[in-house]
């Protein structure tokens, strides 16, 4: 692993500078990697229209994340906003809740946020140094020389390496992935880790974009093609090919063999038999999808680097916000049918169903 990494600017694939385009100016304020860790995020008046990368609902609330730490809080549905205290100030990318109270956000430097009261306040679990670690102690365990040259490499970088995504089972069981192939389980609630990188079959270390769940179905998706597939919970993967060699940013399992994943440069490919084969779904242009989630009625909306909030009609995929917003990188769908669109301006509501 090489040690230039610093945020996502860093990151020595083309796929990856992508999402660093995105961010632009999301990272650098923050500082250094360590000292960001370290340094709870600055409150600020103008946190909601901050860079923000993901979304979940907690209940009757919304709690958005993204550059600098910032965490930010709606009980009105997304109307106002009110930032909330956090331990670090490292970008946030991701945040899951696996029930009204319990959530995990994950983001730079390896970190893993907690938080057991609707995201009012926010613990740190995990982080880049305590990952190196663990691989370092695992490698020598397994007495694997290569292995214990990379780790000890892990551990020389420092916790320069982001998590990209979550998944939350519940609330003591959560799943983390990211950049070089990090992947790391908890099975109470974020005290302890084990690795689950030796079990998706990933030498090369690309980057894990993405994982979702159906049921004991698993859907992990990233670099230059990457595909993996778990039918027991986690605890094997299968590698499934596809007709596109770039990366995936993001995907959806909207049902038991039915999986979408997109990407680098517009690309959306479905499957309907679990991988075995793939049709690619137009789209109105060739911007990558950075981001998607599923609908009340399990249908996939993607959002994408033009702007773009879009949803599925007659096997295409068309704009559903008329006007396009600025760049964008996750989608949350609400209770109430609208959709929040999270990018370079903060948190935006899009009324769907203007699809042309």
């Known amino acids: 692993m090489k040690s230039t990494f610093s945020g996502l600017a860093g990151l020595r694939r083309v796929s990856f500078g992508v999402l660093?385009?995105?961010?632009?100016?999301?990272v650098s304020a923050a500082g250094p990697v360590v000292d960001a860790l370290d340094r709870p995020a600055v409150r600020t008046a103008q946190a909601a229209h901050a860079v923000l990368l993901g979304a979940a609902q907690a209940g009757d609330s919304l709690i958005a994340v993204g550059e600098r730490g910032i965490i930010v809080r709606s009980d009105d549905q997304g109307a106002s906003w009110q930032q909330i205290s956090v331990p670090v100030s490292v970008t946030l990318t991701a945040v899951r809740f696996a029930d009204a109270r319990h959530g995990y956000a994950v983001g730079h430097g390896g970190t893993v946020l907690t938080t057991s009261d609707g995201g009012q306040a926010w613990e740190r679990r995990l982080d880049g140094r305590q990952i190196a670690r663990?691989?370092?102690e695992a490698a020598q365990k397994a007495d694997a020389a290569r292995a214990v040259r990379e780790a000890e490499q892990l551990v020389a970088d420092g916790p320069d390496k982001p998590l990209l995504d979550v998944l939350v089972f519940d609330h003591q069981r959560a799943v983390v992935v990211g950049a070089y192939g990090l992947a790391f389980a908890t099975d109470d609630g974020g005290r302890t880790w084990a690795s689950w990188m030796d079990r998706l079959d990933n030498p090369r270390g690309f980057h894990l974009y993405a994982i979702r769940r159906h049921g004991e179905r698993l859907l992990v998706v990233g670099e230059q093609g990457l595909v993996r597939f778990s039918e027991d919970g986690g605890r094997t993967f299968a590698p499934i090919q596809t007709p596109y060699g770039g990366s995936f940013f993001t995907a959806e399992l909207p049902a038991e063999?039915?999986?979408?994943?997109?990407?680098l440069r517009g690309n959306v490919w479905r499957s309907m038999d679990a991988g075995a084969s793939w049709m690619q779904l137009p789209v109105p242009m060739p911007a990558s999808i950075t981001g998607?989630?599923?609908?009340?009625d399990g249908s996939p909306v993607f959002v994408n680097q033009a702007g773009m909030v879009l949803g599925e009609l007659d096997g295409a995929l068309?704009?559903?916000n008329a006007t396009p917003l600025p760049s964008l990188n996750g989608v949350l769908p609400k209770p109430d049918g609208t959709l929040l669109a999270l990018g370079i301006h903060g948190a935006v509501s899009v009324k769907p169903g203007d699809q042309k």
């Open 292 to 296: 998607s989630a599923l609908r009340a």
């Open 257 to 263: 063999d039915v999986f979408v994943t997109a990407g």
């Open 318 to 320: 068309v704009p559903v």
């Open 134 to 136: 663990m691989a370092l």
């Open 20 to 26: 660093a385009a995105l961010l632009a100016g999301a």
